[in-house]
RNA sequence: GCGCCCGUAGCUCAGUGGAUAGAGCGCUACCCUGCGGAGGUAGAGGCCAGUGGUUCGAAUCCACUCGGGCGUACCA
């Protein structure tokens, strides 16, 4: 029996083949066969799948579309997976699942376990997903967790459909607001041993830079203290930078991202010195000028707006710089397939002059997608917050994480694409946490779980169970959602959109909460999961086991947990 | 000024050029007291910001207008 994931393909090669026989049989005009189209149609009662394909063939092969259709529809052969196809104007073939395959697949679902609607597009390929890099000047703001929640769930998504995958934070440890941080820590920890000196002008006044003093007051006594007017010591950098990482992967730690590599910026300057060695490159190819005591990448030359400077008048390389070095080390020295940058939209300036820099370093521009998510406004009391990490009103991701849960930020963060502003209404986040789509996704999962609980407390075996049992509308109904993930995951991994993910979700728990209460609402009994009826128990245990694959599935690929009990 | 993103139900938002534009929350009326009620069914609620194009077909593509956000540094 075909498998879930190969049927698009499959009905594809149907129609494609009933279009050359309509030609050979002389009911269609010996006409080029363009790429078939398959549809889902929004209306269930226009069947699984649809092709439009009639409608795009009727100019070529001057005929009207319902013709077209009907001569396709009659050279379809009969095939297990399907019922016969139902023709409707203006010229759409309807398909629909056959009771047998829907059967089949629970079967199916069960053998290949969570990876069963995994896709091969990515196979032998490695991806990067690079997200959140916030300047380790501060603490992550709520802005943040937006990035943290589609780069996690989008690395997922691409591991899901085969590529092997890396989840990496590029640490920004050596610009100019590195020294600018380590001139505020300075000043703050020189306060609390009651020298009289203010923070820069251009400083983080944040609350959190105090703790952090008292942090190293704590560790150091006096020890990083130098001479009154003296230059802090040469480690208070690093250490600084590396209590604020810590911090920083703590938060994210907390919202249950991880990540495999950690990227200093500073490591581009050492060791093998990435950055001279992309510089180089471009250098080779002409595209470095000197200009007014700065390097300029003359970028004006390969369709920029401008041209950007590389190395400043000072010395001192830009951000542009590192980030081109940075790239470089992606594409070339480990050689990534697929390369995927997270950024908020404030950075979006930046998009295509990495991109024209990325060619100029022989990578191809292609391979590099630079997801832009729009910033988040966040509403406390009804009043609009503005997020910004040198304003005194920040709220952290921390506050958002501890307010609200992991779980219902990501979900509420992954439910919007990632073009869409959006707002966080904090107040409405907390007071109305029972009611997020959050709970009512894990309340489906629990629910599952406990009826499986149920079953094994009485020693219902259901491996045996009869699938062909199963022909009621709600349970032939679940399966056919708990199989659209296939869907899910082939998009959200080619379309680079992970905020399908909870839709699906919500979708699949819908099918399934209707599916437990059809049964309820009959007061026969013997209508439940589990009932007298041995056999049918058991064809339904089997479904319930399918469905609680499919559904801690998605769940699994968003972040979100997957409780047995709540 | 120029560039990018966005305008869809009261609110927050989905909607690969296709059939009667959807979901959650809120509102109304029912069902169910369960293998877990954080449930189910039904209903009200829309000039898809506007105008003009392209197309057999437009919320979707193009142009312009209006409104919101962001960018346009030898900041990151």
């Known amino acids: 029996m075909l498998d879930a994931r190969d049927i698009r393909p499959h009905l594809e090669g149907l129609i494609e083949g009933a279009v050359r026989s ?5 009911e269609l005009p010996d006409v080029a066969v363009p790429s078939v189209p398959i549809e889902r149609p929004k209306d269930p ?23 077209i259709a009907e001569a396709v529809a009659k050279h379809l052969p009969a095939d297990e997976a399907i019922e016969a196809p139902e023709v409707a104007p203006p010229g759409f073939i309807n398909m629909r699942l056959s009771d047998v395959f829907l059967q089949q697949q629970i079967v199916r679902v069960i053998e290949h376990g969570p990876a069963f609607a995994d896709m091969p597009l990515g196979t032998g390929k490695k ?16 802005g943040n967790g937006r990035g943290a929640a589609i780069g996690d769930a989008l690395a997922a998504v691409l591991e899901a459909a085969g590529y092997e995958t ?11 607001q590195t020294d600018t941080f380590s001139e505020t820590l300075y000043a703050r920890y020189q306060q609390l ?3 009289d000196v203010d923070i820069p002008k251009d400083g983080y006044p944040g609350d959190y830079m105090i703790e952090l003093a008292q942090t190293l007051k704590k560790d150091h ?16 950098n690093q250490i600084g930078m590396d209590a604020m990482v810590g911090h920083i992967r703590e938060s994210l730690r907390k919202l249950g991202v991880e990540y495999n590599v950690w990227f200093s910026e500073r490591s581009l300057y050492a060791g093998e010195k990435v950055f001279d060695t992309a510089m180089a490159i471009l250098k080779e190819n002409g595209q470095l000028t000197e200009r007014e005591g700065a390097l300029w990448f003359t970028s ?11 190395v400043r008048s000072n010395g001192k390389p830009t951000y542009y710089a590192s980030d081109i070095a940075y790239h470089y080390d992606k594409f070339v020295r480990r050689g990534f397939d697929l390369v995927i940058d997270v950024w908020g939209a404030d950075h979006h300036g930046h998009v295509s002059r990495l991109k024209t820099a990325t060619q100029a370093l022989g990578a191809n521009p292609e391979a590099l997608h630079i997801l832009l998510y729009q910033l988040v406004t966040l509403k406390r009391g009804g009043e609009t917050v503005r997020l910004s990490k040198r304003g005194g009103d920040l709220i952290t991701l921390d506050e958002l994480v501890d307010e609200v849960g992991p779980d219902a930020t990501r979900f509420f963060f992954l439910m919007r694409s990632p073009g869409a502003q959006m707002d966080f209404d904090i107040d409405l986040a907390v007071k ?8 009512y996704v894990q309340y489906a999962h629990a629910r599952l779980s406990q009826i499986l609980a149920r079953a094994a407390e009485q020693g219902i075996d259901a491996s045996g169970g009869d699938v062909s049992l199963l022909t009621q509308p709600h349970e032939l109904g679940l399966v056919r959602e708990m199989l659209r993930l296939v869907d899910v995951i082939e998009q959200s991994a080619t379309e680079l959109e992970v905020h399908q993910l909870p839709h699906y979700a919500m979708a699949l728990a819908t099918a399934f909460h209707a599916f437990n209460d059809a049964f309820r609402q009959q007061s026969d009994s013997s209508l439940k999961v589990i009932t007298d009826d041995e056999d049918l128990t058991r064809a339904r245990l089997r479904l319930v086991q399918a469905a609680q694959i499919a559904l801690a599935r998605v769940l699994g690929l968003m972040g979100v947990s997957a409780p047995e009990r709540m």
């Open 22 to 26: 309509a030609i050979q049989a002389g």
């Open 45 to 67: 009662s226009h069947g699984d799948f649809a092709t439009t394909l009639p409608l795009r063939m009727a100019r070529s092969a001057m005929k009207k579309p319902l013709e």
């Open 127 to 142: 991806a990067q997903v690079e997200f959140v890099s916030a300047n380790p000047t501060g603490p992550l703001h709520v």
């Open 166 to 176: 890396e989840r990496e934070y590029y640490v920004n440890d050596a610009g100019t």
């Open 193 to 195: 041993f009651g020298r």
């Open 221 to 236: 006594g006096d020890g990083l203290l130098r001479p009154e007017g003296e230059r802090p010591p040469e480690n208070l």
């Open 300 to 310: 004006s030359d390969l369709g920029e707006s401008k041209d950007n400077v590389v």
């Open 432 to 439: 109305q946490s029972n009611e997020n789509p959050v709970y």
